[in-house]
């Protein structure tokens, strides 16, 4: 686990594979914490949106992030962002927010911001972390690493399911072409389609994964 004091267990995958509810459930039956990575995103861009930024603005969102206070606060098994003693987990699948999270995520400064978080977070908890560089960037010494896939068109009719109207192929180019931390498989990650699977199918795959890895699961 390399400088990271408590067990973390890395969910990769692109948009709308399933890999949040997965690490939700993942995390409730371990009781670990669940980390998001995604909220925290979605958490500054909203800030970048409300200063009246956006993510094309490179250096005065890095600016503004270099000046905000930003926590993360556990609530149960489960961990929110608040941006200047402000909680925006309601606006977090704002329309314009889908519109930016892209860009504002992939500047530097915001990742290093969410970065922080994360390994701060593991410092004190054991967690299961979702996002599309945890395995390969955040975590990489972590041997708990899984990468959760789906095809295209699936992943597409999830996320209309969801209510959201982004695109997943322009989604797949934005997080794979930037050039910080784009969405890789770590090498050493378990993949799983879940294309044809249930949750409970996917969450089982995990859990059968890490018993096999020596770590104690109770069921």
């Known amino acids: 686990m390399g400088l990271d004091s408590h067990c973390v267990i890395a969910i990769d995958g692109p948009a709308a594979s399933g890999k949040s509810t997965v690490a939700r459930e993942v995390a409730r039956r371990l009781g670990f914490v669940y980390l998001n990575s995604g909220a925290m995103y979605r958490a500054l861009t909203w800030y970048v949106l409300e200063k009246g930024l956006t993510g094309t603005a ?125 969405l890789v498989i770590a090498e050493d990650a378990l993949v799983i389609d879940s294309s044809h699977l249930t949750i409970d199918g996917v969450v089982g795959e995990i859990i059968g994964r890490l018993k096999m890895k020596g770590l104690p699961v109770n069921g």
Not at 61 to 80: F, H, K, P, T
Not at 124 to 137: A, K, M, W
Not at 163 to 172: F, L
């Open 58 to 182: 490179v250096d005065q969102v890095a600016a503004a992030i270099a000046q905000v206070r930003v926590r993360s606060e556990m609530s149960g098994l489960a961990s929110n962002i608040i941006i200047n003693d402000i909680n925006p987990a309601e606006h977090l699948r704002d329309a314009r927010v889908n519109r930016e999270v892209s860009q504002v995520s992939a500047i530097p400064q915001v990742r290093s911001v969410v970065d922080g978080l994360m390994r701060e977070s593991a410092l004190h908890h054991n967690l299961v972390v979702e996002g599309r560089d945890i395995g390969s960037i955040v975590f990489p010494n972590t041997p708990f690493k899984f990468y959760i896939d789906a095809s295209p068109e699936v992943r597409q009719r999830r996320r209309e399911a969801e209510g959201q109207r982004d695109e997943i192929a322009a989604r797949d180019r934005a997080d794979s072409s930037r050039v910080a931390a784009p």
